[in-house]
């Protein structure tokens, strides 16, 4: 069963930032890899089992999926899949995902 995609705002803000970053050396590659981002969230509608559970949290159903080096966090509810964090692997995704609670 197909689940709905939901984007936390911390989510888009984290998309803004990375956008803004690769921007500094061109606009286009950065529209690429946001595009990119998204199409891979998408898949996640039906295969939202596909990403390993997140190593330093090691809950089921806060799962996550790579993309370059970045790692898309998203959390696994009844009937939707919430996108809580892209952030960038050297991140320590703990302190992060702790200040967003």
Request: positive net charge; charged residues 35%.
């Amino acid at each position: 069963m197909a689940k709905q995609i939901i984007w936390s705002k911390e989510a888009y803000e984290d998309l803004s930032s990375i956008a803004e970053f690769i921007e500094i050396d061109s606009k286009y590659y950065a529209s690429v890899f946001i595009e990119e981002i998204y199409e891979k969230a998408t898949t996640l509608k039906t295969l939202f089992r596909r990403g390993r559970i997140v190593p330093e949290i090691l809950d089921e159903n806060t799962r996550e999926i790579f993309i370059r080096d970045y790692r898309l966090v998203y959390r696994i509810e009844s009937k939707q899949i919430i996108v809580v964090a892209v952030l960038h692997g050297s991140r320590d995704i703990r302190k992060v995902l702790r200040k967003r609670k």
